[in-house]
């Protein structure tokens, strides 16, 4: 995985939130849903973390977004932990991750993924958290790669045309938005991957990259004897 993203690790981010502007409207609900690469080589969806979130002191919260997204923010069965607490959670599961795919960095990747990466970034500012994983401002952004690939920018049209099932009654959840966008950006890549290994023969026949420790490319095949 560290090869395939030159040292990143891709985690697919979403929220929920109570409007758009992430210095003054309330973060509702925050998932993390790990990408993995199988043997073959292929981008699978992995372990997903979703947190519902209590409304930072003084937050807005408009009705239109909560229309929207069906929360109730101050629902008393709403098993809602502070904005911290959430963030924490998930940038344990996230670094773990990254220490077990020897990568140096996480990447969020999301659908309209400067807005997700706004609001974290926010949250992470505003809840004096250390140690935050995600590089601070690249992203992949699926709302790109699906219009450039299947010419959807739409996620659930984007996830339909891709035979990704789409549920539109469990939509603006963050964990099934997550863990769509997690299927839709392994379905693009994993279709790119014949473009990736040219890519990276070039890359290697111009001494940008070496062989892995493994000794194996990236799909898994052994270099040729010497001789």
Not at 82 to 98: G, K, N, S
Request: aromatic share 8%; hydrophobic share 45%; proline share 5%.
């Amino acid at each position: 995985m560290a090869r395939r993203f030159r040292g990143f690790l891709p985690v697919v981010v979403d929220v929920e939130t109570g409007g758009f502007n992430a210095a003054t409207d309330a973060l509702l609900e925050i998932s993390a849903v790990m990408i993995d690469l199988d043997a073959e080589g292929n981008l699978r969806r992995g372990a997903s973390h979703a947190y519902h979130v209590q409304p930072f002191e003084g937050a807005n919260i408009e009705p239109a977004a909560l229309a929207v997204n069906g929360i109730d923010p101050f629902h008393p069965l709403r098993p809602a932990i502070p904005e911290r607490d959430a963030l924490q959670r998930i940038f344990r599961e996230v670094r773990a991750a990254m220490n077990t795919a020897g990568c140096r960095r996480a990447v969020l990747v999301g659908h309209n993924a400067a807005f997700d990466l706004g609001f974290l970034n926010t949250a992470v500012a505003r809840a004096d958290v250390k140690r935050n994983p995600f590089h601070p401002f690249s992203c992949f952004d699926t709302a790109t790669l699906a219009g450039v690939a299947l010419g959807q920018t739409v996620l659930a049209k984007a996830a339909v045309v891709a035979n990704i099932d789409w549920d539109a009654g469990s939509a603006h959840s963050a964990r099934y938005d997550a863990e769509r966008t997690a299927d839709l950006f392994c379905s693009i890549a994993n279709a790119s991957r014949d473009s990736y290994l040219r890519a990276e023969e070039r890359a290697r026949l111009l001494g940008w990259i070496e062989p892995n420790a493994a000794g194996t490319g990236p799909d898994g095949s052994k270099p040729a004897a010497d001789g």
